[in-house]
């Protein structure tokens, strides 16, 4: 039953709203000196046309803002409006293709499988950073927006530090700076060519300036897959699973339209996995350290928690503790139309305190993927008489 009941979350909401949040959707209390607001980011329209139904990773990025002041909650939620987006909506239509789309964008089994130009989805981060909302997909550039109204204002080389065609990872790490005592946002692109594999890292500081660019090499690495990364105070920490390229598979099973190009990358229990630390620069400290790369168990990790250093005496590097979700295998041929109780298997418990309250939106959500908190800014009308209390702000055309 309640699997049942998360699968729902796999439908579309094809209304965009703005709305306060009424007394009676809330069980407990929002704390009065709550202020600020939660930023979400997700797969908001699904193409379930059993001609050409998709992975839930290859639907339309949705923007939902939830914001608090003075024990109120105001809900917004607008879908990020990317090009892909607008020209499928003109359409009616599916156009493009996407890293699990099997077969022609249309649903036909004829398609051309060595064009792996894809949609931007902006569909799986979000962040609010120098007075700009930012969707992002680890396929392509972010999309700005506005953080008040959630309007898409456009695809964002960040100021010119990204390159035009390029990628900037959906995972980042918001840190403290231990010069300055301000906040960084870190993040990460990935590269794969004939030279070999390679990681970039960012740095840019609150008012939105690229402060660092590191790239770093991946010896011995012909492809990468990374999906999030960590951050300590002398390294940048990335965890490479044993991931690898299957040409058999592309070549009997994505050509006829039978996977897509993502089920193309399989997991090699018998390869180790490997830590991998990239010396950060600028460091307070002064210390100059040399990049590692760590052989560990074979495992995989599409998300982490955290990391940290513990000085050793007598010892120039320091000890660095990640903390992470490590998968024991993975396949990315399991989707929603696919799995059951038993993909749960194995998971360890979910601890909570409790909540203080709990809200219940009066519409189902769609699966959300990764949010964020903008502390202290309260991104909803001023006073509950200055815009009706509910409005619809627009309806999107299903696929």
Known sequence: ??????NTLFSSL?????????????EGTIP??????????????QIDNPRYRRHTFDGDG????????????????????TEGFVKEQEAGRPLYRNSFTRGAADGS???NPFDLSFKNVANTGVLCWAGQLYAMWEGGLPYRMDPLTLATVGESSMGGALKEGGTFAAHYRVVSSEADGGRRWVSFSSSTGFGGAALTFYEFGEDGRKLH???HALENTSMVFVHDMLVSEHYYIVLLGPIDFDPKKFATQYVLSKCSIAECLVYDRNKPARVV?????????????????????????????????????????????????AWEDVSFSVNQYTYGPEYYEGLGRKLSAGPLATIRLPHRLPAGLH??????????????GAVPRWRELGTIRAL
């Open 32 to 45: 009065p000196e709550l202020c600020g607001t939660y930023f979400r980011n997700g797969p908001g329209l």
């Open 371 to 384: 949010g964020s908190w903008d502390d202290g800014v309260f991104r909803g009308p001023e006073g509950e």
């Open 14 to 26: 094809l209304h965009e709203y703005a709305y306060w949040v009424e007394d009676a959707w809330v």
């Open 213 to 215: 660019e590191t790239t």
């Open 1 to 6: 039953e309640q699997l049942r009941d998360h």
């Open 109 to 111: 089994p004829w398609f």
């Open 277 to 325: 630390l990239a010396p950060r620069p600028g460091r307070p400290s002064g210390k100059v350290l040399a990049p590692r790369s760590l052989p560990t168990d074979p495992c995989f990790a599409f998300h982490h928690v955290n990391a940290f250093e513990v000085e050793r005496e007598g010892v120039a590097e320091p000890l660095v503790v990640v903390d992470t979700v």
């Open 62 to 81: 949705m923007i939902l803002s939830l914001s608090f002041k003075d024990g109120q909650a105001y809900f917004r939620n607008r879908f990020v409006r």
